[in-house]
Structures are given as C-alpha cells and as structure tokens.
C-alpha cells in the first residue's frame, strides 16, 4: 500500500474527506491528495498512500485537463453557481461568435487573479475563511498558462456553454469563466466542473471512492499504482552497483557512478535506479547526484 491511488471524486466531497475516507478504510494515517478540487467538482483525484506522500511536490508541473460548464449572465462571489449573486445581466446582443473569439483570446501564458473564495493562504489563514468574514484583503495576481480550450457545446439562447481546457498547475477555471463573462460585457459563472487529466492520471482509469472502499485489501491493492510510473517528467538514472549503499544513506555520486538514461523535463529532479529497483529521487547539479527523496 505505497503508492498513489487515481479517485474519481465524487461532487459534494471535499478532497480532504476522500483522504479521510481512506485513512478509515486502509487505517494508514499517511495519505494525502494531489491538486486539490472544489467540494462541487468531480474527476481525477490522485491520493498518495504512505511513503508516496513524500513525491507529492512532483506533480507541481503535470498539465491539468478540465470539462467544465459555464452560465453567461450572472455574476457571483464564489464565481460560481453556488456563490451569492451579485448582478445580472442580458446577454441577447451577443452571438456565437463573440463568444468563439472571446475564448480564442484566452490562451497562451496570461495573468490571472485567483477567487478570494478559494484555499490559497493570506496571512498564515485560507483566503475563504476571510472573504467569509467579510475581511478586506488582496490577492496577487499569478501567472498561468492555457494550453489548449475548446468549446465543446454552445447554447447561445440559454447563455450555455461547455468547454474543455488544458493549463498548468494553480489554473482556476472558476476564474476563466468570470474572465470570459467579463470581456462578453455579461458575466458568468462556473456551473459544472470535471477534472479528466491530471499529468499521469486520467479520468477513465479513475475508481469510485465507495467502490474502493467496499473491496478487499487484495482488491485495493491492485489500484495502487507504483510511484515511479506517475513521476513522468522527471528523467531516469541508473546507479551503480558500488554507489547503491552511500545513496540510501544521503551522499551524493559523481558522474562515474551513474547513468542519465532519460532527461528530466522538471527541476533537474532524476528517478533512481538500480537495475529494476525504484531508490528514490535526486537532483543532478554540476555533473554530482543529489539525493532528495530516499524511497526504497
């Protein structure tokens, strides 16, 4: 049971409560998710089981693929449907294609400000907490990046529109709606949301929390994915026979104790092998191999 586990969440669930659900379930108290999702979305979940909550800070760079639902006209506090509205507006003047080029703009590196109704911190306390508080506070404005969106359904008359996105980590799609709203002069708001890709995970090989949890721990077992297999950007390296010994006890090999078989794609960070053996995870910096994670 050392390994990540790929959930569908369900809607109406924190990703908070799948862990606890699990903790109960496997009664291991060292489980924590990846990504964390709205109470009112559902999809990919990735939850780290034991020692594999240690590569969590991993996933930082996988792309991350959403179906989501918005609603033009209306504009809320959470900047969704669940939020208290705060304006209404027509929406007859606008046609398809205002709304095509509207989501044609929306792509590439752009700024975006997170929702004050969300979990980011300010001041050591979630932005969420203190928007309900009705404090006065700012949010900074991050840099993300639209990798691709596509508008999959387009009720122009009932000011509905579906779409599919693909961003980078600490993209709020709640905000894409309200971004979107804003330059159509009408407002929206996020009404559905699904998380269908999360880096390695996707939604068709995800399993039901319920589900999950009514097997057996034989059953289980065969859903928890090895460690390793979901780090895919970061690169592979083979270590030595004689090097295997000073890594598991944190020293640090130079270039003639190793081999780069694949390139990392984030932070110079290298899987660690020995022959089939997972070790753990390092850092290549100036030709020496720096342990990071000791795994095995």
């Not at 979940?45 to 609603?71: F, G, H, N, Q, S």
Request: proline share 2%; hydrophobic share 35%.
């Amino acid at each position: 049971m050392k390994g990540v586990i790929n959930i569908n969440k369900p809607g109406d669930w924190t990703s908070q409560d799948i862990c606890a659900k699990l903790r109960g379930r496997l009664h291991i108290k060292r489980i924590g998710h990846t990504g964390t999702l709205d109470p009112m979305a559902t999809g990919v979940l990735p939850v780290c089981i034991d020692k594999a909550t240690r590569i969590i800070e991993y996933y930082d760079a996988d792309k991350k693929r959403y179906r989501a639902c918005m609603k033009l006209g209306i504009r809320t506090d959470t900047l969704d449907i669940t939020g208290e509205v705060l304006e209404t507006a027509a929406y007859t003047g606008i046609s398809e294609e205002d709304v095509i080029e509207a989501f044609k703009a929306y792509r590439g590196r752009i700024s975006q400000v997170p929702p004050k109704y969300s979990a980011l911190k300010i001041g050591g306390r979630r932005a969420y907490e203190l928007a309900r508080e009705g404090k006065d506070f700012e949010i900074k404005t991050r840099e993300i990046e639209i990798f691709s969106n596509e508008i999959l359904r387009l009720d122009i008359e009932h000011g509905e529109i579906e779409f599919d996105v693909s961003c980078s980590k600490g993209t709020y799609i709640r905000t894409i709606c309200d971004d979107i709203g804003r330059a159509l002069g009408c407002g929206a708001v996020m009404t559905a949301l699904e998380r269908t890709e999360s880096g390695y995970f996707k939604l068709e090989n995800a399993v039901d929390i319920e589900e999950l949890c009514s097997m057996s721990d034989e059953e289980i077992a065969r859903h928890v994915i090895p460690m390793d297999l979901t780090l895919e950007r970061l690169g592979v390296v083979q270590l030595d026979d004689f090097r295997v010994k000073a890594f598991i006890n944190g020293n640090s090999t130079h270039s003639n104790g190793y081999r780069i078989d694949a390139e990392s794609e984030f932070n110079n960070s290298y899987k660690v092998y020995n022959a089939s053996e997972f070790l753990g995870i390092a850092r290549v910096d100036r030709g020496e191999l720096k342990p990071e994670k000791i795994l095995v």
